[in-house]
């Protein structure tokens, strides 16, 4: 299990060194960040991986929270924190859960078609 943790970290530092790189282009983030999502959650292959993009939001949030001042008292701009949570969500948690179950769950149906074409050479 320590290893399949190592991957995830591994996973999270490569999507920050490249939206680190270009933070302001987008492009790099879903080519890379797409497959290198499904391929871990093939590689992982356990369906509590799809709780990692979660705890990062939630990790992350708290960050933000903690050393963003906010408005103090004058709120006419709005608090943009709360901004920062959604576009985690839209931009990262929602999308990362999406392909660490395809990638898991691509990994389990072909075990699946695997075991079904075994069954059936045994019993022709």
Same mark, same amino acid.
């Given at each position: 299990?320590? &290893?399949?943790?190592?991957?995830l970290a591994?996973?999270f530092?490569?999507?920050y060194?490249v939206v680190s790189?270009e933070?302001?282009?987008e492009t790099?983030?879903v080519?890379?960040g797409?497959p290198?999502t499904?391929?871990?959650?093939v590689?992982?292959?356990? &369906? &509590?991986?799809?709780?990692?993009? &979660?705890l990062i939001?939630v990790v992350l949030?708290a960050?933000?929270?903690?050393?963003?001042?906010?408005c103090?008292?004058?709120?006419?701009?709005?608090d943009?924190?709360?901004?920062?949570?959604?576009a985690l969500?839209?931009?990262?948690?929602i999308?990362?859960?999406?392909?660490f179950?395809?990638g898991v769950g691509s990994?389990r149906?072909?075990?699946?078609m695997r075991?079904?074409d075994k069954?059936?050479?045994?019993?022709?």
């Amino acid at each position: 299990m320590l &290893w399949r943790l190592a991957v995830l970290a591994a996973w999270f530092g490569v999507l920050y060194a490249v939206v680190s790189i270009e933070p302001d282009d987008e492009t790099p983030y879903v080519v890379v960040g797409i497959p290198l999502t499904v391929a871990v959650g093939v590689l992982v292959n356990r &369906w &509590w991986a799809l709780l990692a993009p &979660w705890l990062i939001t939630v990790v992350l949030t708290a960050i933000t929270y903690a050393s963003w001042p906010g408005c103090n008292g004058d709120c006419a701009d709005g608090d943009e924190r709360g901004l920062v949570v959604i576009a985690l969500l839209i931009i990262f948690a929602i999308p990362a859960t999406l392909l660490f179950g395809a990638g898991v769950g691509s990994r389990r149906f072909a075990r699946f078609m695997r075991r079904l074409d075994k069954t059936a050479e045994q019993d022709a």
